[in-house]
């Protein structure tokens, strides 16, 4: 056997029958002691989706498992999260009116600001995340303002900082802006610090894809554009310099934390965006990559439990730090 002391540039030469992998393979007390990835509910944050009314706790047919909640039903959901040792929630609204520049996204009194307050109330540890973004208020259904038919960039970043400030200030501890604009980084923090909230980091949805994993959200949070789809401003799937470019870009415009999305179809782009960056990487494990393993689950093809595991535990080897993920009761449940 030769030695590796000293020579990092040559391997010693070992194969069969010296080396056995299988060894370390034996029990499961000694793979759990060898395992270089693991996972606890603590780096896991639960979206949840707010909706106007009273007592309202309605099972998401795309989404199963995931509610649509009212205020008061959103807070006690909450508390069993914050059990469980999840780390945070992120919020979505489902707004009860909505109109062309998504007025109730940054209303005082919105779904969401109201959500916040009364998770604030009764949680005293559970981080709260909002997503940061107009698609669920506008009633053309797109993520900004649009005129002559075309999302406008400029415009929509004064909505989004007004959006992010309204829910700062109702005591969310992290804005998630999720929109693709260019700039609005950079807009929101600005926005952030005038208000006094300096010490309010950022969760940039930094290199987010046009994708087709996101179509049971669009129906959870009723935010299907209502014409033409989102590739001029969300990322080709083709792209993971461009990932790279836009991770610089809100590195350089404040983000605190970097995020890819989707997770599973993109793996590569999480570890070339962990490499890149010596910020805290995050992943949203999107709605279509949870409602196939549900989907294939109720058909009895496959062992969600196991199959859960595996998807969360390959996007943290990617990279992943904080892993967005509509699994995360189920994970916390059997941690
Ligand atoms: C809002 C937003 C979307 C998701 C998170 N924030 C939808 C979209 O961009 O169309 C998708 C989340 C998921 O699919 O789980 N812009």
Redesign the pocket.
């Known amino acids: 056997m030769t030695p590796l002391g000293g020579r990092d540039l040559e391997w010693p030469l070992m194969s069969y029958p010296d080396e056995r992998p299988r060894r370390l393979r034996k029990s499961e007390r000694l793979r759990a002691m060898v395992r270089e990835t693991t996972l606890t509910p603590a780096s896991l944050i639960y979206p949840l989706f707010v909706t106007a009314g009273n007592g309202i706790r309605r099972e998401i047919p795309s989404l199963p498992d995931c509610y649509h909640l009212s205020v008061d039903q959103v807070a006690r959901e909450a508390e069993v999260v914050e059990k469980l040792g999840i780390g945070g929630v992120i919020l979505f609204g489902l707004p009860s009116a909505k109109d062309p520049v998504g007025s109730e996204g940054y209303a005082d009194d919105g779904v969401v600001q109201q959500a916040i307050r009364a998770i604030r109330s009764v949680c005293k540890e559970l981080l709260v995340v909002t ?1 940061v ?1 107009l ?1 669920e208020y506008t009633s053309h259904g797109h ?1 900004g303002v649009v005129e002559q038919g075309e999302v406008q960039n400029d415009p929509t970043l004064e909505l989004l900082s007004r959006m992010a400030v309204s829910h700062a200030k109702a005591g969310a501890h992290v804005v998630a802006p ?2 693709m604009m260019d700039g609005r980084v950079g807009a929101i923090r600005d926005a952030l610090d005038a208000a006094g909230f300096a010490g309010l980091p950022i969760l940039s949805y930094a290199a987010k894809y046009a994708s087709a ?2 179509g049971p ?2 129906e959870a949070a009723d ?1 299907a554009p209502q014409f033409g789809d ?1 590739r001029g401003y ?1 990322m080709d799937p083709g792209n993971v310099r461009e990932a790279l470019r836009e991770v610089r870009l809100d590195v350089e415009e404040g983000a605190d934390i970097l995020m890819v999305k989707p997770a599973l179809p993109y793996l590569d782009v999480i570890r070339a965006v962990k490499e890149s960056v010596d910020r805290p990487v995050a992943a ?1 494990n ?3 990559e949870y409602a196939m393993v549900k989907a294939a689950a109720a058909k009895g093809w496959i062992d969600e439990e196991r199959m859960m595991r595996e998807i969360l535990t390959s996007i943290r080897r990617a990279g992943a730090d904080v892993i967005l993920t509509y699994h995360a009761k189920d994970f916390a449940r059997r941690a």
């Open positions: 997503d973004c698609c993520c999720s929109d994993f996101y959200f669009r935010s989102r969300q949203y999107v709605s279509g």
